[in-house]
């Protein structure tokens, strides 16, 4: 038995003597990981154990029994947390991680002292070199990166929090006399080491900054923090993760915070589809309008070919407007939440930069010393502040494109270094109350931590959570701990529409198993709604049906349970639903439509058809019209006319309607040109004879109708797979 089956083994079976039994096994193989103050807390929980079975065994009655075994099974899960945190620091190269964390005093001295001396260094004439305690800015920063990658790591691999050091955090991160880029770096360090190991004390540090902090990155950094290191199951065993929870949760704007970020990491885990389609669809046409190429000697710009001018004066013109389409592409894809730069930018993070932990999580200033080397050469330039200030793209993305841009800088041409300096040489600037706002701060963080997930060396430690298809318990908006209200409230259903609409159909019952109530009509329409996603129409039926009872009227409803009816063959309820939704929306084209054909369909052929010659005359160019009209042609036996119909339908290039054409040539008599027909439709559809002997059991009713046996439909599949 390992650790993590350790730890389950606590929270499932609740034996406290086995799990001590197993710890003393797994230490006595593994002794160089659990030494000092691990080994003294087992043999501590061992100790008290005892002393509780010596109690009983001598038949003193203890009413706290129950309560004191509970205690000594947190403690057992909190060392078995430390246990395996331990493991995970002597992998990453810290084997001192959690035995000698840094004292609380100095972390604070520390990171005062650096505030200080660089006020001190700021209060000194501009023209005079600045010199702190002997040393100089520079030097300064230097030293103070190494130091507080110190204190980032110690977080990291720390052991499980006191009372006291979620105070002493809190507070200190909270503080104005530390720099506030450090407050943000380190609350990034306590959110991994609560995702690492599930730690309350660490989470409820989380919380209070996010309630308490006035700095916003701070304040969605630490939101962050707690939605991503909430943990699932653990709350009976530590009911503080429910009041942490709920003290949340009860807050209007976290609740709506919370239901953003759920939305932008699912389309921040689309970065590399995202990245796909810029690559096929857009970058091609970028690239062939661009007047510039990359050589062995640097970036050249290319000549004009007059003779192309004269040939084809309009061509220039055509050119930009093709590049300009392809941009607005790219940025509609940003607007909608796409992670655009994911793709280019995640081949530029194997810089030396990157090797130091904390730099995957630092904001962007031109002062980092990593950039030391970068300023000195972009001297006089105003590159490095147009990133600081106004380029959308993520902290870490800025690193890396100033890194990239210092080290081809030389070889640039004069007129693109112009480009990259002027306002929106880097794409669309972003404007300060935007830059500022909860949302592109969340957005710009997640895709910060997407990159780190996906792209740091050493990430195996980290549990990602952006990978919640082999983890479905990272799907936060899923944990009880957070969307924990019975019934399906604005927040469940906004999030319910947002992964329905994306096609998150796990995530989506996870919600729902979550809120089940079959007395509530938005659970049934969404349960419904599910049930049409996954093509069980009868399921999806019964459950719309139920949903309208609760609320007649409602369209969305309305709409989907004439879907699910039609494909049901009940064309009775589609009828009307379609009459339903006329009264609603007078003269729509479509429901006009799918009520004829379900009129077609349920014996009322003549009004039905009625309606689809009209629509034919208003529209002759609506194909799904023609459809309709050949369908209900067919049925009424007016095969001569339905054949044209669909003979129309095919010239336009439509095999889909193959299948239908097929059967009007099958009841005609013209065996072997429906054999062609339902060929090419099954490879179209990449079928089979299973396929084939499906779609004649969806429509049996028109083979019945010309007599087609069971035993002709079988022969007649044979023949066209054969």
């Known amino acids: 038995m390992d650790v993590k089956e350790i730890k389950s083994s606590i929270l499932h079976s609740g034996d406290l003597g086995e799990v001590l039994a197993e710890m003393r096994l797994l230490a006595g193989n593994q002794p160089q990981l659990i030494t000092g103050e691990l080994v003294r807390r087992m043999v501590d929980i061992g100790s008290d154990y005892e002393l509780m079975r010596d109690f009983m065994l001598r038949g003193y009655a203890d009413n706290q029994r129950e309560e004191l075994y509970r205690k000594l099974l947190r403690k057992a899960y909190r060392l078995a947390c430390d246990w395996e945190m331990r493991m995970y620091a002597v992998q990453a190269g810290h084997p001192a991680a959690g035995e000698s964390p840094l004292h609380s005093d100095d972390v604070k001295r520390m990171l005062e002292e650096y505030v200080a001396e660089l006020g001190i260094g700021n209060l000194q004439l501009e023209e005079e070199p600045l010199h702190m305690g002997g040393q100089s800015e520079e030097d300064l920063r230097a030293r103070h990166l190494k130091d507080i990658n110190a204190v980032f790591e110690s977080i990291v691999y720390s052991f499980q929090w006191t009372q006291g050091d979620e105070d002493f955090y809190r507070s200190l991160l909270l503080s104005p006399t530390i720099d506030i880029n450090d407050a943000r770096m380190l609350v990034s360090a306590v959110m991994l080491a609560a995702m690492m190991e599930p730690d309350y004390h660490k989470l409820n540090a989380l919380a209070g900054i996010y309630s308490m902090a006035d700095d916003e990155e701070l304040r ?45 990491v699912f389309l921040c885990m689309n970065a590399e589809k995202d990245n796909e389609r810029i690559q096929r669809d857009i970058m091609p046409g970028l690239m062939k309008n661009q007047n510039f190429r990359i050589t062995r000697f640097g970036i050249e710009e290319k000549e004009k070919d007059t003779l192309e001018d004269i040939l084809h004066p309009d061509a220039e013109d055509k050119a930009m407007e093709e590049l300009e389409a392809n941009v607005n592409k790219m940025l509609d894809m940003q607007k909608n939440g796409a992670d655009i730069y994911f793709g280019g930018f995640s081949h530029m993070k194997r810089y030396s930069f990157f090797y130091t932990l904390c730099n995957w999580f630092v904001p962007f200033y031109p002062e980092h010393p990593g950039l030391s080397q970068v300023v000195k050469k972009l001297s006089g330039s105003k590159l490095l502040d147009i990133l600081f200030m106004n380029a959308p793209l993520c902290d870490s993305d800025k690193y890396s494109f100033a890194l990239a841009v210092a080290s081809v800088i030389d070889k640039v041409p004069a007129n693109m270094r112009e480009l990259l300096e002027l306002q929106g040489g880097l794409g669309p600037t972003v404007e300060n109350a935007e830059r500022q706002s909860g949302a592109f701060i969340r957005r710009s963080y997640l895709q910060d931590l997407f990159r780190f997930f996906r792209l740091y060396p050493q990430k195996t430690n980290f549990p990602s959570p952006f990978d919640y298809q082999h983890h479905p318990e990272r799907f936060f908006m899923g944990n009880p701990l957070i969307l924990s209200s019975e019934e399906m409230d604005e927040t469940t259903m906004k999030l319910s529409r947002f992964l329905l609409k994306h096609n998150l159909l796990s995530p989506l019952m996870t919600v729902l198993d979550n809120h089940e109530n079959w007395e509530d009509a938005d659970y049934c329409m969404m349960e419904g709604f599910v049930a049409l996603k996954c093509e069980n129409y009868y399921d999806a039926q019964s459950k719309l049906e139920r949903s309208l009872e609760m609320r007649p009227g409602n369209k969305q409803v309305t709409k989907a349970l004439a879907q699910a009816a039609f494909h049901n063959g009940d064309f009775d309820v589609a009828e009307k639903c379609y009459r339903s939704l006329l009264e609603m929306e007078p003269g729509h084209v479509g429901y006009e439509l799918n009520m004829a054909i379900a009129q077609v369909n349920n014996d009322q052929r003549a009004e039905g058809l009625q309606t689809l010659y009209k629509l034919h005359f208003e529209d002759e160019g609506n194909l799904n019209v023609l459809r309709g009209l050949a369908w209900g042609q067919m049925l009424e036996g007016n095969l001569e006319q339905a054949e044209k119909l669909y003979g129309k339908l095919l010239q336009a290039g439509h095999d889909e309607d193959c299948l239908n054409a ?26 089979d004879r299973k396929q084939l002997l499906a779609d004649f059991a969806n429509d049996a009713r028109l083979l019945r109708l010309f007599a087609k046996s069971d035993v002709e439909q079988r022969i007649m599949a044979d023949i066209v797979c054969n």
């Open 662 to 687: 097929g059967y009007c040539a099958w009841l005609f008599g013209k065996t072997q040109e429906a054999v062609d027909l339902f060929r090419r439709y099954l490879k179209l559809r990449k079928g």
């Open 220 to 264: 969605q950094r630490a939101l962050v923090g707690v939605a991503f290191a909430m943990p699932q199951g653990l709350d009976m065993l530590f009911p503080e993760y429910q009041l942490i929870g709920k003290r949340l949760m009860d807050e209007e704007k976290c609740r709506k915070e919370m239901l953003e970020l759920q939305m932008q």
